[in-house]
């Protein structure tokens, strides 16, 4: 499976019944050029569902090892066009996180689903 499957999976169980997945894609909450990242949860799945966007915390190793619901936001946040060269810094409410150029497709079809 995929990463993208694999969040899509684990997320299920932390969604309120009926809710949609729209997009789904991780992100790294250090920066990518830090190889080692701070203590406790590393990266987050992003989830665009069609009611909100729901940040879940990861494990450092495993992406799809969710632990829980960090924060929500708006479905009519916007993450904006990715650049870069392999990273984009994006905007999750106060916090900034980075997306791998491989996720930008799913970070874009998120945006592209706003309300």
Do not use: C
């Amino acid at each position: 499976m995929t990463i993208e499957a694999d969040l899509r999976a684990a997320v299920l169980a932390h969604l309120a019944p009926g809710e949609q997945i729209e997009a789904v894609f991780p992100a790294l909450r250090s920066a990518p050029w830090k190889l080692f990242g701070v203590d406790g949860v590393y990266n987050y799945a992003v989830v665009a569902t069609d009611r909100r966007i729901a940040l879940f915390g990861t494990t450092k190793w495993k992406l799809s090892a969710v632990e829980g619901l960090l924060g929500e936001l708006p479905r009519a946040h916007r993450f904006g066009p990715p650049s870069g060269a392999l990273y984009a810094k994006i905007r999750l409410g106060t916090v900034d996180a980075w997306v791998h150029r491989r996720f930008w497709g799913q970070l874009q079809a998120a945006d592209a689903a706003a309300r």
